[in-house]
């Protein structure tokens, strides 16, 4: 029995809002379980000296946890005066895997900055930032084609991510943060609504896990991405 009651191939209760900031071209608060992440996207008609006179735009993320997402309090990066590797290994995934289904040449030389706010977190904070922010970067893009800004949709499919692991040697979907703790192995796919993998990270923190261990926590991940591929269709139709 899993700390919540879940069965393993169960996502935590997932609610994802809209339009959840004023001034944000996308705006979305994901919520999977206690995880709680508001992803907005704002769009400058700037691009990075690397791709000035190119036609060809960028997306990109920030990522950080608010100071009370979790116990003890977390110090704010800015206060240390540096930003941790943890937080440039995360912006720099979600940056990658919204850039995976994104046609930069429809974007013309304008950068999307996609910010990924942890308001509360109990294990997955990854995971539920890049399935919000590709919500709040459709909704941006949306918002600028209805302003004739965009002639065309720059977005190619969609993107989510989930966590799966090896809990007491039984594969486990979307692990919460005690599960995550105790877990033999811990994973996170990254992928596409059609099925494509955009990245895949896993570690085996006890012991090394087979071949069949991969392929079964493979297919348990697909199974949470389809299922919060439907919750972002809705999500956006509803918007």
Known sequence: MRVDGRSPEQLRPVTILTGVSKHAHGSALIEMGETKVLCTAT????????????????????YGML???????IPREASRGRVAGR???????????LRA??????????????????????????????TGAYVALALAFDALQ???????????????AVSVGIVQGEALLDLCYAEDTA?????NF???????YVEVQGTAESKPFTRADLDRLADLAWTGIRKLTHMQRK???RA
Request: aromatic share 4%.
């Open 43 to 62: 769009i400058e008609d700037s691009v990075p000296q690397f791709l000035r006179d190119t036609g060809r735009g960028w997306v990109t993320a920030e």
């Open 67 to 73: 100071p009370a997402a979790s116990r003890p309090r």
């Open 87 to 97: 937080t440039h290994e995360i912006q720099r995934l979600i940056g990658r895997s």
């Open 101 to 130: 289904v994104t046609d930069m040449t429809l974007l013309g030389e304008r950068t999307v900055w996609v910010d990924c706010d942890v308001i509360q977190a109990d294990g997955g904070t990854r995971t539920a930032s890049i």
């Open 146 to 160: 209805r302003e004739g800004v965009l002639l065309a949709p720059p977005l190619t499919g969609s993107v989510a």
């Open 183 to 187: 877990a033999e192995v811990d994973m």
């Open 190 to 196: 990254v992928m596409t609504g059609d099925g494509k």
């Open 235 to 237: 999500a956006l139709e």
